[in-house]
T-cell receptor, first 109, second 116 residues
Framework: GQSLEQPSEVTAVEGAIVQINCTYQ??????LSWYQQHDGGAPTFLSY????GLEETGRFSSFLSRSDSYGYLLLQELQMKDSASYFC??????????FGKGTRLSVIA | NAGVTQTPKFRVLKTGQSMTLLCAQD?????MYWYRQDPGMGLRLIHY???????AKGEVPDGYNVSRLKKQNFLLGLESAAPSQTSVYFC???????????????FGPGTRLTVL
């Protein structure tokens, strides 16, 4: 089977840095994706890591360690608009993406 | 381009009624998916399709049927709605999955379904 674990909730202060972790157990693994979903909205793609290391896209970065079955999403210079739910998802090849249950990020002033 | 669209946006059903949710995409994607999202449960895959005329079961297929008669459309049917099917339903599409694929899924705006 496949399973992903991520914290259910995280709270951080505007302007700060926050890290959202994701650990996974899968029978096959090609890469880890991150999606953002604002309340009432649809999930939108943020990043994808197939190789170990850090991928940076503006204020957002995503990290992967294949040997540890672990990844994280790093959000810098937090803004109020970053308040949303964040999902990690595993690409294990021929089967559809498996999503984690999501981490609800609250950014406070 | 409209991307992924879903019809209807909201619906209220009585137990036992049937309905069909329509998903359409204009990105010429091969793969299409139906998810349901419940509080604290994340996105759970109901059914998916890897091409016109093909469908497969996901994690929670019971009580739902799907059809992919045209590449751009993916229909989700509820034959006899139950209160447990109250949820937000998302459709998504993507290019074929694979080892070298980003697997970026493009989601529709969702359908909020309440079954009384």
């Amino acid at each position: 089977g496949q399973s992903l674990e991520q914290p259910s909730e995280v709270t951080a202060v505007e302007g700060a840095i926050v890290q959202i972790n994701c650990t996974y157990q899968t029978s096959g693994f090609y890469g880890l994706s991150w999606y953002q979903q604002h309340d009432g909205g649809a999930p939108t793609f943020l990043s994808y890591n197939a190789l170990d290391g850090l991928e940076e896209t503006g204020r957002f970065s995503s990290f992967l360690s294949r040997s540890d079955s672990y990844g994280y999403l790093l959000l810098q210079e937090l803004q109020m608009k970053d308040s949303a739910s964040y999902f990690c998802a595993v690409n294990s090849g021929n089967t559809p993406l498996v999503f984690g249950k999501g981490t609800r990020l609250s950014v406070i002033a | 381009n409209a991307g992924v669209t879903q019809t209807p946006k909201f619906r209220v059903l009585k137990t036992g009624q049937s309905m069909t949710l329509l998903c359409a995409q204009d990105m010429n994607h091969e793969y299409m998916y139906w998810y349901r999202q419940d509080p604290g449960m994340g996105l759970r895959l109901i059914h998916y399709s890897v091409g016109e005329g093909t469908t497969a079961k996901g994690e929670v297929p019971d009580g739902y049927n799907v059809s992919r008669l045209k590449k751009q459309n993916f229909l989700l049917g509820l034959e006899s709605a139950a209160p447990s099917q109250t949820s937000v339903y998302f459709c998504a599409s993507s290019t074929p999955q694979g080892e070298n694929s980003y697997n970026e899924q493009f989601f529709g705006p969702g359908t909020r379904l309440t079954v009384l």
